[in-house]
């Protein structure tokens, strides 16, 4: 079992930053794919960004060259440092882990936090 707890949320101006956080319980982010997600009120969820055990990274079009995440295996802890922030990156931020291979949908996540706040206004 694996426990996520992000942290780092809050109200900020359009184009300020913000850097969320995800803490792992265990060893994850050596072996497992870790990423990043949100949603709105009234939407879906959307995928943000992902990282594979390998480091490699994708992001999803609308974040590119705003967003950067990544990951520190010694503190078992996955960011994701927002800047040029608009209205529409608002919402709920999870983490999500699943062991190997980043799954291609996002539902086939086996592990999520709670989620954090962003506000942007």
């Known amino acids: 079992q694996v426990q996520l707890v992000e942290s780092g949320g809050g109200s900020v101006q359009a184009g300020g930053s913000l850097n969320v956080s995800c803490e792992a319980s265990r060893d994850t982010l050596s072996s497992y794919c870790m990423g990043w997600f949100r949603q709105a009120p009234g939407k879906q969820r959307e995928g943000v960004a992902t990282?594979?055990?390998?480091?490699?990274?994708t992001y999803t079009d609308s974040v590119k060259g705003r967003f950067t995440i990544s990951k520190d295996n010694a503190k078992n802890t996955l960011y994701l440092q927002m800047n040029s922030l608009r209205p529409e990156d608002a919402g709920m931020y999870y983490c999500?882990?699943?062991?190997?291979?980043?799954?291609?949908?996002?539902?086939?996540?086996?592990?999520w936090g709670q989620g954090t706040q962003v506000t942007v206004s």
């Open positions: 999500a882990a699943d062991l190997g291979r980043c799954p291609a949908v996002p539902g086939l996540f086996a592990y």
């Open positions: 990282i594979e055990s390998d480091g490699s990274t």
